[in-house]
DNA sequence: TCTGGGGTCCTAGGACCC
DNA sequence: TCTGGGGTCCTAGGACCC
């Protein structure tokens, strides 16, 4: 039998955006930029709450519900600092964490009583630790498996510690509604509702043949969810298993729709810069680059290449995602969002780069000191414009000496 | 209500192969 | 050629999470 505890920290991008600024306390703060700008709620204060902001809602939105509400722009080094914080003092009290995402984590405590005592004890032991470390509040839920543990930490909400104990999990979770099981969005709702389900004890009446003939794979786990098993989807796997990267992707959403075929490219350029930034630092090559475009009526779509050979480089990723964009993109609409995502990652084996005759080396260690210049002096240092680039690459191709470390050495003394 | 950005996982059809 | 069946890869779209 596990003790897991999920951990999660309370309105945390508003909770640090207190810390800089306490003057914001007790008030109501949105989190996420401007209320006349496109974008969301990224986190909103318990007073924004209650005048009903929550995340995920349109900026404006959150402002015809809360017009005095302080409206601050996200700050994501400060979260990253201040979860790397809470992950420090999470690792005092088990090695066994996994980070779950920026605000929240699973803990394996099993077998740790000896040294920090029963569950809610340890627990209390750890809210104290956090707080003190850095002023800022969690809820912890507890019990025998992730799943119950997660939704036990959500009902603790906020500031507080909830125990499921164990045996008890079928009972705890009953008569909670369906949406509570992290998986069940709007749509697995209405269709739950839809065949008389809104309780996670009703999922019990049904049997697995009508769960998966209705709902697929993912309804033969919601049987095992309703009784509080980590069954499938988001809780395969132990704690602490850091699953390599899957996709890696970078898209911009206009502030006013364009169709300037310029600013598309230039953007998608600057957007591939970034992914392929992101490659040479996991030591990834993709094999496939997707280009997404959202047009003014919120239609999307996604047009996907996959090359003979995987690239981590800058001008594969340009090059791919232009053409696809000129393929595909309908010039009668307006473009909202475009975006470039890899996948389909491979390492490199090193006989891909003699295939070429070391060209991808090359460019690979050029673009690797670019990447140092841009970390050093920040992102305009080493800016290409999208035109400028265009030259520099027809370049390369009539001028092999153009290839970064092929420039003839140039004489000295 | 006029809807971000970064991800994961699932489904489904078609191509292609044996 | 009136038509199988499994496996894998590629592509597109969508639900969902924080």
Redesign the pocket.
Known sequence: MKTIFHVDMDAFFVSVEELYDPSLRGKPVVVGGKSTE???V?AASYEARKFGVH????L??AY?HCPQAIFVEGHPERYREYSGRVFEILNQFTPVVEM?????AYLDMTGTERLLGPPLLAAHKLHEAIKKATDLNCSIGIATSRLVAKIASDQAKRNGILHVLPGLESRYLAPLEVKRI????????KNLHGIGVRRIGDLSVLDEKQLTGRF???GLSLAGKSQGLDA??WFSGEIGEK?N?????????FNEDTRDAERLEATLAHLAEKVAR?LREHGLHA??I?LKLRYS??T???????LATPTQLDIDLIEQSRSLLHANRDRAQAVR?I?IQAT?FEQATGQLELMDGGRSERWRQALGAADKLRDKYGESAVALGAGLRGKFRERVHENPAALPGKEPKRKTD
């Open positions: 496109r974008g969301v990224s995340s995920a809602m349109p404006r939105t015809q779950a995402s920026i605000d929240e992290p998986g069940v969005g709007k749509v697995m709702e697929g794979k993912w499938g989807g699953a990267p899957k996709s890696i992707s970078h898209e911009h959403t992101r094999r496939t997707q009526d919120f999307t779509i996604t047009r996907a290449h996959s969002l975006g389909g």
